[in-house]
């Protein structure tokens, strides 16, 4: 029954993009694929939007002292804009959103996620969320700092403070929903055969990730609504002029927002676990102990918020309790790292685009994890707060993993999602400079902030010019290689080479398939097996993709 | 037990240390050169991580490097045979980064309750934190008159912090602390330095070593401008310097008042209050006088176009002459506020006695005296600091 899916004669015009037609059709769409596609324009574009606020504040700080062409108010405005943009509009909502909707159903062999009304209210809700931020914008700007620290946000004379953190408020419900839908349909809709220990690590992933969403979100909510309450009538939460404790706020952003990390990373962490497997084109490498690592992850996420707040006046002993359960994180957090790395070894390992973004990112992470250890050691982390050390980890761990994950996940899913093949060359190029670039621009910041320099500067002291200046030359090799990337995609979705329905030789059930899938997924329920058990993929060289052989003998592998 | 170990500073941080222990560490690839007593700790236990990251980075990447290269695909080879699990290497990548962890915690643990700790004898800095400058205040009563923090060396100094407005963060890399300054409790940082910094009383500013003071916390327009020099000096020389700061502006005959005194006080006003007519978050005081004086500019608007200069200032109206405006707005800045500006001075009651207002008034009398920065360039000899 799978194998009349693949044969490629069968790829009529009847797939999800070309199954209704016109503008309607997308706009109220229920079907989970059209909903993850809006999803990752929207987020792609926000990128775009937050990368340009970046490479504002990296020019600026080409130079020392002020400058004529932005002043020190635009450029608080400039990095908060850049850290809100990025966080909520595009990280969070970037890999479940976007990723997670299209790929998600179809790993688990349903038609759709469990409430696909709410599903594409979700996306409403992020739209909505989004123009609040413009608005704010339009309104006269914030300058907060992604962080809204009180009392600076509940006293600061900008106008836009409120309405971006309405803004954040909404982007939070859509992201409990997602988390939700999510939840329920990895509970509810899984098909026969597809056992827990048979989903793949992405699922799980996702699953642990919903869970945190759907767990920490509300604090969020609860948290801008206190901040909200005080800027506008007054009444004194956070302020201590009215009686209020701004250590408060802090307690309350970091119970959701460290959590929040791990809403960033997790889905990151699934989507390389998919990726080493299967371009390895083999069984990954203790699979239960890298699900229920994630399991732990997730759980670890909410015992640790107060490692951000160590110089903040919290208790010494607070403190301490804080520093030692934070290094418990890092144990699972390496466990990964361990098993990518075995998965690797004796495999098949095709070097191509999806597969260069998957080792960059074992090479991101581990920096980003590694560097979260002298944070976590309690006196180091005295000297390293606040400094661009934090800034240079937190850009490894977001950026170099979590959004690293995304756009690997979108080059191992873009013949999936589109039908068509990009440029591997071109492809092979945008890595390299986005890799070089990152390097280069987050590396030099280690060193900046373990010699002094504090975050959020407009001036700087001139001994740290060099290491901007390097660290900015950084920041705009990566912006090539993200154009580049963006151009060749796109060339692909005109240009592109028709893809089989399975260019890499994926055993998970999204590669059974047509590509793109038609409108239900799958005509009937498609046969379960061990996702990572690839002993009966054969090579079509009429087709120029993978095959799954029906008369293939199963293999011993277990997990 | 958190509690005995509060109360029990190490060795390195008593009295009985002075100007022995703890030689300075030198700055290398990572850390700029320590200088205060637990600079070695928190350095060691830095290179300690560093040394266990180092390891696990090579490790890591080399083999996948190793890996990516031996085990690449052969033709279109579509399944490779490599073990799925092996439980006893498993439990040691598991075990063996746990305890690792154990002792990283515990380096950081002992390093920071000494941080925590400050001795009986410590030495006692008042730091009151605004928008945006940090002024330092003496048991003597005396404050730093040049905003920078002058301490003696080989002695614990124990800042107690406290902020008029926002959340602030002292921030001293060299001697590896930090802490935020948070409104409505007081906070306190301590350290101790056995190393006097060299030329600090050189009349060239370029031959002067200092400590950068920094702000960590995110405070607004000129977060990035709150900032001040540490100096250590000899306790002979800090005394000496002590006594100077309560009554440095008693010395000043006549106009050396403000032709001295004027540019160390703008030194305060000059992160909101530019010299050369350019806006920045208060007014420039370029043609102040002249606006408050009846002169050019005198229409000018204040509270929301409800008054003007003319109508505040002269004979018979709210205030008699200039000098009380300006004396008025330096205590009570929210009482009259320029427009277009915000009110957002803060107070300096308390901290501008009357001969101090009456250098920085001679100063706007004078304006044409000083260049942008505030340095006098009237052409008459001031006598030494």
Same mark, same amino acid.
């Given at each position: ?162 309405? +971006? ?18 939840? =329920? ?194 006196? =180091? ?15 490894? +761990? ?21 039908? =068509? ?40 002291? $001139? ?62 329920? $498609? ?33 | ?15 009985? #240390?002075?100007?022995?222990? #703890? ?9 700029? &050169? ?107 009563? #005396? ?18 912090? @406290? ?12 001697? @590896? ?20 910094? &060299? ?16 702000? #960590? &916390? ?87 176009? @409800? ?19 300006? @004396? ?58």
């Amino acid at each position: 029954m799978t194998t009349s899916s693949h044969t490629g004669h069968a790829q009529s015009t009847d797939n999800y993009l070309t199954f209704t037609r016109g503008i309607k059709s997308w706009m109220f769409t229920l079907d989970h694929k059209r909903i993850g596609v809006m999803y990752l324009v929207s987020v792609l574009a926000s990128f775009f939007v937050g990368g340009l606020f970046a490479l504002i504040v990296r020019t600026k700080l080409l130079t020392p002292g002020e400058v004529s062409w932005i002043d020190a108010d635009q450029y608080n405005q400039a990095f908060t804009l850049h850290g809100a943009i990025m966080v909520f509009l595009v990280i969070i909502p970037s890999i479940p959103g976007a990723l997670g909707n299209f790929v998600l159903p179809i790993m688990l062999g349903a038609k759709d996620v469990a409430f696909p009304r709410l599903n594409l209210f979700s996306y409403y809700l992020w739209v909505t969320g989004a123009f609040l931020s413009v608005y704010a914008l339009l309104a006269g700007g914030f300058d907060t700092g992604w962080t809204f620290y009180t009392p600076y946000s509940t006293t600061t004379e900008t106008a836009g403070v409120i309405p +971006v953190v309405m803004g954040v408020f909404v982007l939070g419900f859509s992201s409990i929903f997602t988390g939700l839908n999510f939840v =329920v349909t990895i509970h509810k809709l899984r098909p026969p055969g597809m056992t827990w220990f048979r989903m793949p690590l992405l699922l799980w992933a996702l699953y642990a990730t919903a869970l945190i969403q759907v767990l920490a979100t509300p604090v969020l909510g609860i948290t801008l609504l206190l901040l909200i309450i005080e800027r506008a009538f007054g009444i004194g939460i956070f302020d201590p002029g009215m009686g209020g404790d701004p250590v408060l706020f802090q307690h309350f952003f970091w119970f959701y927002s460290h959590p929040a990390v791990y809403i960033m990373i997790l889905p990151g962490m699934g989507i390389i676990s998919e990726i080493i497997a299967v371009h390895s084109h083999r069984q990954i490498f203790g699979y239960k102990y890298v699900a229920f690592s994630s399991i732990a992850i997730a759980i670890f996420s909410f015992l640790v918020w107060g490692h951000h707040m160590f110089t903040s006046g919290q208790s010494e002993l607070m403190n301490v309790v804080f520093s030692f359960i934070t290094f418990s994180v890092a144990i699972p957090s390496a466990i990964k790292v361990f098993n990518w790395l075995a998965t690797l070894y004796k495999g098949a390992i095709v070097l191509n685009t999806a597969m260069l973004y998957g080792l960059a990112f074992m090479f991101l992470f581990t920096i980003g994890g590694l560097t979260g250890l002298p944070l976590g050691t309690l006196n =180091v982390d005295i000297h390293l707060h606040d400094t661009y050390f934090v800034v240079a980890h937190f850009h490894y +761990v977001m950026m170099g993993s979590a959004l690293i994950a995304m756009v690997g996940g979108i080059h191992h899913w873009w013949p999936k999602m589109f039908g =068509v093949m990009f440029s591997e060359f071109w492809g092979r190029i945008g890595c390299t400079l986005v890799f070089v670039g990152f390097n280069v621009t987050f590396f030099t910041q280690f060193m900046l902030g373990s010699q002094g320099m504090p975050r959020r500067y407009y001036m700087y002291q $001139p001994e740290f010019q060099t290491y901007h200046v390097i660290s900015t030359m950084g920041a705009y090799c990566m912006a090539l290689g993200f154009f580049v990337t963006a151009a060749y995609l796109l060339h692909s979705l005109f240009f592109g080479k028709k893809a089989p329905a399975n260019p890499w030789g994926g055993r998970s059930l999204e590669w059974q398939c047509t590509s793109p899938p038609p409108h239900d997924n799958f005509s009937t329920t $498609p046969s379960v097996g061990n996702p990572y058990d690839f002993s009966d993929v054969r090579w079509n060289e009429a087709e120029q993709g993978y095959e799954i052989d029906p008369n293939a003998v199963p293999s011993k592998d277990t997990h | 037990m958190i509690h005995l170990l509060l109360q029990a500073p190490s060795e390195s941080t008593g009295q009985n #240390a002075l100007m022995t222990s #703890a030689p300075v560490t030198p700055a290398d690839f990572w850390l700029p &050169e320590g200088a205060s007593t637990f600079a070695p700790q928190v350095d060691f236990a830095f290179q300690f991580v560093a040394w266990i990251s180092y390891f696990f980075f090579v490790l890591v990447v080399g083999l996948m490097i190793f890996f990516a290269i031996k085990y690449r695909q052969k033709g279109r080879e579509a399944y490779a045979r490599g073990p799925s699990h092996h439980t006893m290497l498993e439990l040691g990548w598991t075990i063996i980064p746990t305890i690792l962890c154990v002792f990283m915690f515990w380096f950081g643990f002992r390093g920071f309750i000494d941080l925590r700790t400050p001795p009986q004898n410590s030495y006692q800095i008042d730091l009151t934190a605004q928008k945006w400058a940090f002024n330092f205040r003496y048991p003597t009563g #005396a404050a730093s008159a040049d905003q920078n923090l002058y301490i003696p060396v080989g002695r614990p100094v124990k800042l107690v912090m @406290r902020s008029e407005d926002v959340l602030h963060a002292a921030f001293i890399p060299a001697f @590896r602390v930090k802490h935020d300054i948070v409104p409505g409790r007081y906070s306190t940082l301590w350290f101790q330095t056995d190393h006097v910094t &060299e030329g600090w009383n050189d009349s060239d500013p370029l031959k002067q070593k200092f400590h950068h003071f920094f702000c #960590a &916390e995110y405070c607004g327009k000129g977060h990035s401008g709150m900032y001040a020099k540490i100096f250590v000096l000899p306790q002979a020389d800090f005394d000496l310097w002590l006594e100077k700061q309560g009554r440095w502006m008693d010395d000043l005959k006549g106009d050396e008042l403000w032709q001295v005194a004027g540019p160390k006080l703008f030194g305060r006003c000059a992160s909101c209050h530019s010299l050369n007519g350019s806006a920045g978050t208060g007014p420039s005081w370029q043609g102040l006088w002249a606006r408050a004086s009846g002169g050019a500019g005198s229409d000018g608007k204040l509270d929301n176009g @409800r008054e003007t200069y003319t109508s505040l200032i002269g004979p018979g109206k709210k205030f008699e002459n200039p000098e009380s405006y300006v @004396r008025n707005s330096i205590l009570n800045p929210g009482d009259h506020i320029v427009v277009p500006y915000g009110n957002v001075m803060p107070t300096f009651r308390g901290q501008l006695n009357d001969l101090a207002i009456d250098a920085i008034i001679g100063m706007m009398k004078n304006l044409d005296k000083f260049d942008a920065k505030g340095k006098y360039i009237g052409g008459a000899p001031i006598a030494a600091k």
